[in-house]
């Protein structure tokens, strides 16, 4: 029933900037995460940024923060993810996840999120 679909991947220069969009469906209950995870080639996916429905609990991966800013949009149903002066170790397939019943967001790992988007290919050159 719940369905997340990513965009707003693409190829980026180092120091460029992109928006990923995450729109979501289907979903009834009143608490939950959205996390942003990526996983680059040879690589576990890592969590990226996550964030409660309510807006009030966001937590960011340190080598991101400063640089990323995740948000939820209740109106669109839709998160969001800035990312800013990209590094091509950003380079990676970003996916967009969802935790039932969550009301805080804290950095936990992918095999807690019930519910996943497809990916978008995030590529930052040098």
């Known amino acids: 029933e719940v369905q997340l679909v990513e965009s707003g991947g693409g190829l980026v220069q180092a120091g460029g900037s992109l928006t990923l969009s995450c729109a979501a469906s289907?979903?009834?209950?009143?608490?939950?995460?959205i996390g942003w995870f990526r996983q680059a080639p040879g690589k576990e996916r890592e969590g990226v940024s996550c964030?409660?429905?309510?807006?009030?609990?966001?937590n960011y991966a340190p080598g991101v923060k400063g640089r990323f800013t995740i948000s939820y949009d209740n109106a669109k149903n839709t998160a969001y993810l800035q990312m800013n002066r990209l590094k091509p170790e950003d380079t990676a397939i970003y996916y967009c996840?969802?935790?039932?019943?969550?009301?805080?967001?804290?950095?936990?790992?992918?095999?807690?999120?019930?519910?996943w988007g497809q990916g978008t290919q995030v590529t930052v050159s040098s």
């Open positions: 289907g979903i009834t209950f009143d608490h939950f995460a």
């Open positions: 996840a969802v935790l039932a019943g969550a009301t805080i967001a804290t950095m936990v790992p992918s095999y807690e999120y019930d519910y």
């Open positions: 964030i409660t429905n309510t807006e009030d609990s966001i």
